[in-house]
């Protein structure tokens, strides 16, 4: 259902690891972590920020994103990223 709702494979993998994961880290780190580039990670980050889904914070030089979890839909959010975890099988056969 996630990838039917969500068409953006960056904006999905970001979602699941920082709502489902419960990462955090600036642009260059989740986008490592999700498999993306650095462009498509800052897009999408600064996108989910201006809906309120992260919070950007400065630490230092560096702006580290999070999910808010305080967002009026949160636990939606979460219930829908965590229902859907592909197998490890199911990531590999499609790459």
Do not use: C, I
Not at 4 to 32: F, I
Not at 47 to 59: F, I, K, N, P, Q
């Amino acid at each position: 259902m996630l990838d039917y709702l969500v068409t953006s494979r960056a904006r999905r993998q970001l979602l699941r690891r920082l709502w489902a994961d419960k990462a955090r880290g600036s642009v260059s780190v989740l986008a490592r972590a999700a498999g993306v580039s650095f462009a498509a990670a800052h897009r999408e980050l600064e996108a989910m920020r201006a809906a309120d889904l992260t919070v950007a914070e400065r630490h230092g030089v560096a702006t580290v994103y999070r999910a808010n979890l305080a967002h009026p839909q949160a636990d939606v959010l979460t219930a829908l990223l965590s229902a859907h975890r592909p197998s490890m099988s199911a990531r590999t056969s499609k790459s």
